[in-house]
């Protein structure tokens, strides 16, 4: 039970971080970004400048993809308790947020636009997802 409501509540903060914040659309430059990293993690108890760090190391060379991975390091690191619980009983990270991004016809349109396919996606959240946790 414990997974699947980190997980819920992992992929409801990535989707209303996707829809809300830059009118629907993911940011395509770090000068964008980056303020916006900072903003969802201060607004889940976390450092903006930790966000922001881990934005920076991300190894990807999209603006978008670095940004998936900051949102799920910021989900991860905001309860770190349910994360660990998560990791050690929940399913993989990456195919559970494949799934939900496939079930997200919105999601869906803002990856085509930001041309990333979802399983870049998936991978971009779910190493967010597992390195957020550490």
């Known amino acids: ?3 699947y409501a980190t997980i819920t509540a992992a992929l409801a903060m990535l989707a209303s971080s996707l829809h809300g914040i830059v009118g ?3 940011p395509l430059s770090d000068r964008k970004a980056g303020p916006q990293v900072a903003s969802i ?3 889940q108890h976390v450092s903006g400048a930790q966000a922001r760090a881990a934005y920076a190391k991300a190894s990807y060379r ?4 670095r940004y998936l991975y900051a949102v799920s390091w910021v989900s991860s690191a905001s309860n770190l308790s349910a994360c660990e619980a998560a990791k050690l009983l929940g399913p993989d990270p990456t195919a559970a947020a ?3 991004l496939r079930a997200s016809p919105k999601t869906l349109v803002l990856l085509g636009k930001a ?3 979802v399983s870049q996606a998936a991978s971009a ?3 967010g997802t597992t390195d957020g946790c550490a």
Do not use: F, N, W
């Not at 999209?62 to 993809?65: C, D, E, S």
């Open 24 to 26: 629907g659309a993911l």
């Open 115 to 117: 041309h990333i396919t």
């Open 41 to 43: 993690a201060r607004s």
């Open 98 to 100: 494949a799934q939900a």
């Open 1 to 3: 039970m414990v997974e």
């Open 125 to 127: 959240i779910g190493r």
């Open 62 to 65: 999209k603006p978008a993809l």
